[in-house]
């Protein structure tokens, strides 16, 4: 099995609600990534998590919060986001070492806040 | 740490003529190379990527990728593009225990 996985393939949410994102794979794989990517644009990174633990946070809003129960699971808690969050939001895994493997990507979750 | 320019954010190109999409790296160590493609609404899917050895890589739908260590590039090229092969296209760099950086994207639109 050499696919990511990620539920709900869209969402559209109000700025008072709270969701969650997921993400799976089943490859073995020690290293979990969020991205988020806006149209035209390349992917940014938001979180790498390592061994489950996280290992990068790059500055994101509090606003979004990860979480990784065991090896295989990835989500991404939302609450009061803003419309400036709408994008699409990528889940990818690696082995480790990350740098020197390649990463496998999901099929994303398209985000909309009204 | 390391960075990637893309050299060309459009290119447009006709059924069966050759392509090359460019791509330019900065890094003071070691580095690893990957092209990625993405289909519009979908996520990424790897194309090619150069971590040792040989410094021509190819991909199974003719795609090839040169790591060129003088001149910091891995410049992505097609000898005949198809319809098909419309998307947007990504080179990315990453250093060992180090996170992946991305380039700002190429649009091929490939026209009949």
């Known amino acids: 099995d050499t696919e990511v996985t990620q539920t709900p393939k869209h969402l559209v949410m109000g700025m008072t609600n709270k969701k969650s994102l997921k993400c799976e794979q089943h490859?073995?794989?020690?290293?979990m990534y969020w991205y988020k990517q806006k149209a035209k644009k390349p992917p940014e990174l938001m979180f790498v998590?390592?061994?489950?633990?996280?290992?990068i946070n790059e500055s994101v809003p509090s606003r979004f919060s990860p979480e990784c129960p065991n090896s295989s699971l990835l989500n991404l808690h939302l609450h009061a986001l803003q419309p400036e969050d709408s994008a699409l939001y990528l889940c990818?895994?690696?082995?480790?070492?990350?740098?020197?493997?390649?990463?496998?990507f999901g099929p994303g979750t398209r985000l909309t806040v009204l | 740490a390391q960075s990637v320019t893309q050299l060309d954010s459009q290119v447009p190109v006709f059924e069966e003529a050759p392509v090359e999409l460019r791509c330019n790296y900065s890094?003071?160590?070691?580095?690893?190379l990957f092209w990625y493609v993405q289909y519009p609404n979908q996520g990424l899917q790897l194309l090619l990527k150069?971590?040792?050895?040989?410094?021509l890589v190819e991909s199974i739908n003719g795609f090839e990728a040169e790591f060129n260590k003088s001149q910091t590039s891995f410049h992505l090229r097609k000898p005949s593009v198809h319809i098909s092969d419309t998307a947007e296209y990504f080179c990315?760099?990453?250093?060992?225990?180090?996170?992946?950086?991305f380039g700002a994207g190429t649009r091929l639109t490939v026209k009949p």
């Open positions: 998590y390592s061994y489950e633990k996280l290992s």
């Open positions: 990818a895994s690696s082995q480790l070492p990350q740098g020197a493997n390649e990463q496998f």
């Open positions: 990315a760099v990453s250093e060992e225990n180090n996170d992946m950086r």
């Open positions: 150069y971590l040792s050895g040989s410094t």
């Open positions: 890094s003071s160590v070691s580095v690893y």
């Open positions: 490859m073995g794989h020690r290293a």
